[in-house]
């Protein structure tokens, strides 16, 4: 195992240059293994690249020979200063890139010199989906034949690709209301989902004419998160699924209901985008955490903190993981699982990879939701829970194919606390219960959050970012980037630096692996070597990177963006996309 450091400098040297010629195909990878990319045109078209969430791109033409050459092509801004970061990821599809801004709107511009082309403003059409005290986060769109579709506040937009301009039959004028639709079934009286908590971050999958997505946000109180499939032409929803079942009416209440005691059913909001397997026919999706008085919701408080598996056709519960029981660390599970297929001793694994913000990695078999390697329920600290509280007595820990605990993707034991501050608070191990002046890992900002993990079919290995960041630790987060290897479960390199280990990663078919950190007075981008974590590459954008990146390809040249925005929680965020590529040919 190697394991690496690397300490963030101050310094901005920001550069544009002049833009390529546009020239760009689509191009759809398959679910497993991809081959290799197209000579002129590469698009990204969803979220996370392909249905399976890989973010494995099969452009070789950035190497670990001329990567430290890279330097940005063009950069955007759009204006909008709001909220906790710029966390969007850019899509680009046929020479055009798309962007959102922290409430949600949409911006298209030349994805070879970032002109702008047109933009949609959310905010003047959301009527009810804003309100006071909204937390404004947006993590991006995607892209279905020929549709930008957007989650602002708590509907769906369906712009045309080309113009910018509402798609006539979707919703009304372009606008769905589909959060609000399902709450109608059961609460008739609601006049707007966003007064009962509800409302978008993420970005919809597609596909094939349908729309997949899941609302936030637990905090909020709401009685359940909603795994939504819309018909992608009409924005009508097509079936629903209550991430806690609130009775008989809901699907899945012979399981989950018994898990809830003491009168509170809240929280389960979905925070990224789901995942697919067409051949499988399943949905995969992570579901965060439950909220409210911890007295009035005793019990595991199923489907909360775990990995849902619903059929694509009705949405049918087909299996669960749960990844923390009776949560009351804020252990969402929060990023979005990463499908892949991989052999162990022989025998093919259609497998599932998901880091929690607990810290620890699972492995599943995304056929059936059993874990590919041992997980064993161990007892954790229950003592002195406070009056009235029912700690679960166990958790699900995971081992590696050897028989070992898996390395956690960053530290459940508190390390690197200041004397005073260690003299002044106690250090309490793992899972221990929550009381006044206390110190614990990884903490309620620590672990792996909403970030998507990336899988190189090349190298094997899944690279997880997270943060390393105990609660009343008397310091700042570090960031903890990962390579794992599935088929064992060992970990194979790791680089520590200083910041948010918050964004989600993307890895090539040249075995380079990109990921950005988010601090309060930088924020990097870095480029690794895959295979060992040597790193190749950094540059500063002069403010935290907690977004995740994506690359494509136009007129036979590969480019890699980012959004930069954004420092500590409670700050204000940014506005910056980057489009890195290599010095243009003569």
């Known amino acids: 195992m190697k394991r690496q450091r690397l300490i963030a400098t101050v310094g901005l040297s920001l550069v544009a240059l002049t833009g390529a010629l546009v020239g760009s195909t689509a191009w759809a990878p398959p679910l497993a293994a991809q081959t290799r990319a197209a000579a002129k045109g590469v698009d990204w078209a969803l979220h996370n690249l392909d249905l399976a969430g890989t973010r494995f791109t099969p452009m070789d033409q950035i190497n670990r020979s001329n990567v430290k050459t890279l330097a940005p092509r063009w950069l955007f801004q759009h204006g909008v200063i709001d909220g906790v970061s710029n966390q969007t990821t850019p899509i680009v599809v046929d020479g055009v890139m798309y962007v959102t801004d922290s409430r949600g709107s949409v911006y298209a511009t030349d994805a070879a010199d970032g002109h702008l082309l047109w933009t949609y403003d959310v905010t003047q059409m959301l009527g009810g989906g804003a309100r006071e005290g909204y937390v404004f986060r947006n993590r991006g769109v995607t892209y279905g034949d020929g549709v930008i579709y957007a989650a602002g506040g708590s509907f769906i937009f369906a712009l045309d690709a080309k113009t910018g301009k509402p798609v006539p039959g979707f919703g009304t004028n372009g606008q769905a209301s589909v959060i609000l639709d399902v709450l109608r079934q059961r609460y008739p009286d609601v006049k707007t989902a966003i007064s009962m908590g509800y409302w978008f971050t993420t970005a919809p999958q597609y596909y094939k004419g349908t ?57 389960g909001g979905i925070w990224e985008t789901a995942a697919i397997d067409p051949d499988l026919g399943l949905l995969y999706m992570a579901v965060g955490n439950p909220y409210g008085e911890t007295k009035r919701r005793l019990g595991m408080n199923l489907f909360t903190n775990s990995i849902i598996a619903l059929t694509l056709e009705t949405g049918e519960l087909k299996w669960y993981f749960q990844e923390t029981h009776h949560d009351v660390w804020d252990y969402d599970s929060g990023g979005p699982p990463t499908l892949f297929d991989m052999q162990v001793n022989g025998r093919p694994v259609k497998a599932l990879a998901h880091a929690s913000k607990n810290g620890l990695l699972f492995i599943l078999d995304r056929a059936t939701g059993k874990p590919v390697h041992p997980v064993k329920e161990l007892p954790v600290p229950t003592d002195d829970p406070g009056d009235g509280e029912e700690p679960w007595p166990t958790q699900p820990f995971p081992f590696t194919a050897s028989g070992k605990p898996m390395e956690p993707v960053c530290p459940t034991t508190p390390l690197e606390i200041p004397a005073e501050h260690a003299a002044k608070n106690k250090i309490v191990p793992f899972y221990s219960p929550v009381k006044p002046n206390t110190i614990w890992a990884p903490g309620m900002q620590g672990g792996s959050n909403y970030s998507p993990i990336s899988y190189s079919p090349r190298t094997g290995l899944l690279y997880v970012n997270a943060v390393d960041w ?19 479960g060992e970990m194979k390199w790791r680089q520590i630096f200083e910041g948010y280990g918050q964004a989600g990663s993307l890895v090539t078919a040249s075995d380079l692996v990109f990921v950005g950190t988010g601090s309060n007075i930088a924020g990097y981008f870095f480029a690794f070597d895959a295979r060992n974590g040597e ?44 489009s890195f590529a290599l010095p243009p040919r003569p």
């Open 535 to 578: 790193l190749l590459w950094k540059y500063n954008t002069g403010s935290g990177v907690f977004s995740s990146p994506s690359t494509y390809m136009m007129n036979g040249e590969q480019f890699v963006a980012v959004a930069s925005g954004g420092g500590a929680r409670g700050r204000r965020g940014g506005d910056l996309i980057l």
């Open 470 to 488: 105990p609660f009343n630790s008397g310091r700042g987060p570090k960031g903890y980037f990962s390579a794992y290897d599935p088929t064992t």
């Open 211 to 267: 729309l997949y997505i899941g609302n936030s946000r637990s905090e909020s109180n709401i009685p359940g998160g909603h795994v939504l499939a819309i018909d992608a032409r009409t924005g009508k929803v097509k079936w629903h699924f209550n991430t806690i079942p609130q009775d008989e009416k809901d699907q899945g209440w012979a399981i989950a209901g018994p898990t809830w005691r003491g009168g509170l059913r809240t929280g």
